[in-house]
């Protein structure tokens, strides 16, 4: 009984640095007395009011604050969300990483494009095998999901064991693999699961996620049916059981297979290397071999399902694709559904490429990677926990996991429904959020990371919205005479040929300003530029209800 | 039999000058002998790439151009879409305008913000009444859509009637006012119908759109399930049937209306005046009475049920709303679905308002106001048209109509699934598209109406993605010598403040640019600006990927 009631009073601080306000950028530590230890390090995508940012990483301040304490990343799976970030937390922290063998792959692409591969140490686990580690011991449990080689995480603490699930969905049918292991989860629930963190995604939604069974019939029946048509695949390139499907039926129907998109090439490459796909010899052709085959013996299994501008489906449906182009009588499947703000990118696609002919299919030819709620609720009653944390979701589906967990038993109180940053303490006697550390998202824009902030942003914003008008004055050092212009350029603002009138308009508030300022002996420049954007701004608005920006640029003379 | 032989040989000409390869900006012109009836004028909204346009607009050129054969306007329902644009178009041709009451009302509202209702004539027309004009004579008929007093029409013609359903969906039992007229449908198909142009919104989804009596049921429930909470409803401005359905279930559970956003008040201003919204008395206060009633003696009905930006609900949910504050406990109904592009804004402002602590209801709160495939099936039968032309839709959209038209019985080659600015030319005989007419898009930024074209978005799209740079120097007139700069001023690309190193790297490689002009004996301003773009560019995607607006600036100076 002593060593029990000991138990009861070590604390474990589980600290979420990313990932609960919206899909994207997971990333959590849990921290033990010396050591701290670090879930999954994913990009989130950049939101429609982020110009110009390629993606968003998270800021880990508080691990390099604390680099010694900080022992390796565990991650659960090989999707941008969970991996992303590794590469560029990795420059300021030098740690293990440990991973299943697939998003080890996934993982290592990544780290060899940023150079950081000698210097990082990396081991691959395999689902049942537990990992020593500081104070922790973390054993990796077979999920499914929509990439091979997902799993949950079972992190055994002084202070309890958590129960870390992931993205999953539990297929008791998948086409390649075996199911979850729901034994497992019993058997961490039957002997006392401290907490519970929880993929929310579809925490809103009824029922049970359909299992990949069904797409497969789907495939077949397509492929049975349009036997003399071309046909066209998009999917996930890191769905590789989807892809190794697409493989089999082509292979079944007897068609060769052609791969496009740069991180299709790229995911088939390393999974087949390491075995996650098997392709039939003589089956994938490449992209010149096309022209020997009739449209019958083909499929092209390409990117661009969510829209991308610069996917390859897109550039066939807008025809400045390099070697594909779109024909009467093509068959295209879109083997996903749009991600959400992803829907108009899409419906332009499938427009551009019915407009050439093609029939578009996108019923039954996909099913969700993550758990609905009778799925949910199968893992509650098999893990007990004492306490839930909902992960992974927008608010509204932290939200929804909550409410789930409460009908399923769980206290309210028990529950704790995080944002990130926050330092959550769970004890087996008590669990309360006991500090903030920060959680900021940082940008990153070309090559540059963390040099584009909120006024960057802010000034692009403005840009996109109504363009610039650059007042140029030349002003005499001496007796502070103008001497040049102002000369008005404009950028993005309107086309200048046709606006010879506004434009004059433009240069004599510009010149009023100016005189203006040197008539009242103001000699400071920033008032001189205040002066001169205060006029316009007032001016442009009155005659055409635009605010551009104005950039007064001061030349002085010394003549 | 001699007449009827002569009606086959006539020829009528329809020309969509609009609305056929997106939702939006409906605009149809129909041509006989020295007649042109236009039907709808309505706008779009922008795309996302179109950055800093209000709204967009149709190019009427062929209009303007046949000025003297153009008799009118006839407007089928009062959303913009389909009447946006008068206020632009009457600009040119000023043309009476026929509308039923209500979409009378809407327009009225729109020409007064114009200056344009002194100018313009307008006729109020009943449904079941006809207007004879030019050599055609245009019945309104009863339908039924998201807003009261819609139409379809039926345009007689020398060479036969042209069904245009405008938007529509068929209930049997909508809460106010009929359901659609079905007979006088029936009564047209018997006598024979030419051409038919149906609503495609929804031609793709299989089944039969429900009833607004669902809504209404749903608002019940809601009420009475939350007796102590306040509730506010957001919905479309438009809708006024859903109004009045709000207002009457606020009165049945002794609840004040309060009534929130501009569009909102305008709207119900109209619609009460004219009869088509009935307010018990002492039932919407203003927003300043709220204070003296409890909570549970409250209903909001609000705009933003898009989270669009500047509406009232959006504000709430971000707190910049100026009297009104979402508190724990309030329920808020999205009587509304988010239109395709949406759904991410939509979201954000669900998740805004469940984080202070409200209860955000969006199930059966909605139903659709365009018909579904049994409803179009149920008018093909009724209207059994010789020709089909699908409208109203995206390309994805039409292609199901079409298919749809050839299930029911229609030969695919009288079904014409026209693109805007094609002329197609019918008679009994034969149908076929002869020709093209122009059918452009029109951008409206701020009071600009064609001002802004594609060389300013395309720009728009380099600032907002990269920001700018601009380099100034200044060049002795007579001998050619830099004697000012080059100074480098950017926006929208940098922290500058942290990059003062990046600064002067930029700064050389301009400075080496003109030098290099200047050594080279170029002496023309416009070499020297490619060099230094040209230099520029390539050193910044060198350093970091990033592709900037360089815009050099000259200043010659005299001294």
């Known amino acids: 009984m002593k060593e029990k009631n000991e138990n009861n009073d070590k604390k474990i601080k ?26 999954d390090c994913g990009i989130s995508f950049p939101e429609d009011d982020m110009l110009g940012i390629d993606l968003v990483i998270p800021d880990v301040s508080y691990l390099v604050d604390n680099k010694e304490k900080v022992k390796g990343f565990f991650i659960t799976h090989g999707h941008e969300d969970h991996i992303g970030a590794l590469p560029y937390v990795l420059k300021d922290l030098n740690v293990p990483v440990y991973a299943t063998k697939l998003t080890h792959g996934l993982i290592e692409l990544k780290l060899k494009e940023h150079n950081l591969l000698k210097k990082t140490k990396r081991k691959i686990v395999k689902h049942g095998q537990s990992i020593n580690l500081g104070g922790f011991r973390v054993e990796f449990i077979k999920t499914n999901h929509s990439i091979a080689d997902a799993s949950a995480l079972a992190i055994h603490t002084p202070a309890g ?40 995604t579809n925490a809103q939604r009824p029922g049970f996620t359909m299992s990949e069974k069904l797409v497969a019939k789907t495939f077949n029946h397509l492929f049975a049916e349009n036997k ?11 769905n590789v059981d989807r892809v190794q499907q697409i493989i089999n039926t082509a292979f079944e129907f007897g068609r060769k297979v052609v791969i496009q998109g740069r991180s299709m090439v790229n995911v ?7 075995g996650y796909i098997k392709i039939p010899e003589n089956t994938v052709i490449e992209v010149e071999q096309m022209k020997n085959y009739q449209d019958e013996k083909i499929v092209i299994v390409t990117t661009g399902s969510q829209g991308e501008a610069m996917a390859a489906l897109s550039r066939m449906a807008d025809s400045t694709h390099k070697t594909i182009s779109i024909k009467p009588g093509d068959h295209i499947i879109f083997s996903s559904t749009p991600i959400p703000g992803n829907e108009k990118a899409v419906s332009k696609v499938i427009n551009e490429l019915s407009m050439k002919g093609a029939t578009v299919i996108y019923q039954d030819t996909h099913v969700s990677g993550h758990a609905c709620q009778e799925e949910l609720k199968l893992m509650y009653s098999l893990l007990r926990p004492q306490y839930v944390i909902p992960v992974h979701g927008e608010y509204k ?23 990130s940053g926050n330092v959550l303490q769970l004890s087996k006697e008590q669990g309360s959020i006991i500090g903030q550390v920060k959680a900021n998202e940082i940008f990153v824009d070309g090559l540059g990371v963390g040099d584009v902030g909120n006024i960057v ?27 040049s212009g102002p000369d008005v350029v404009s950028r993005g603002f309107v086309y200048v040929r046709e606006a010879d009138e506004l434009m004059n308009k433009i240069r004599n508030v510009a010149g009023r300003s100016v005189e203006k300022c040197i ?8 008032k001189i530029k205040a002066t001169i954007k205060d006029d316009m701004g007032e001016f442009l608005w009155k005659e055409m209800k635009r605010s551009p920006l104005v950039m007064p640029i001061i030349i002085e003379i010394n003549r």
């Open 161 to 200: 064991v958590i129960v870390h699930t992931g993205d999953f969905k539990i297929d008791y049918t998948p086409l390649f693999g075996d199911p979850i292991d729901l034994q497992r989860f019993a058997g961490l629930g039957k002997k006392g699961v401290l907490a519970l963190m929880m993929d929310s």
């Open 228 to 238: 003399t048509n071309r046909m066209i695949v998009a999917t996930f390139a890191s």
């Open 14 to 39: 589980i600290i979420p640095l990313g990932g609960l306000e919206k899909i994207g950028m997971n990333i959590t530590a849990f921290e033990y007395e010396d050591s701290i230890i670090v879930v």
């Open 268 to 274: 088939i490459n390393i999974a087949s290397e390491l």
């Open 519 to 526: 008539n009242n002996n103001i000699s400071n420049w920033g």
């Open 457 to 483: 942003i802010r000034d692009r914003l403005v840009l996109s919205e109504n363009g610039l008008i650059i007042v140029v004055v030349g002003i005499d050092k001496h007796n502070n005479q103008i001497i």
């Open 397 to 419: 589906h932290l939200k929804a996991q909550e409410k789930l967990a409460q009908e399923m038993g769980t206290d309210k109180s028990n529950i704790f429904v995080l944002q």
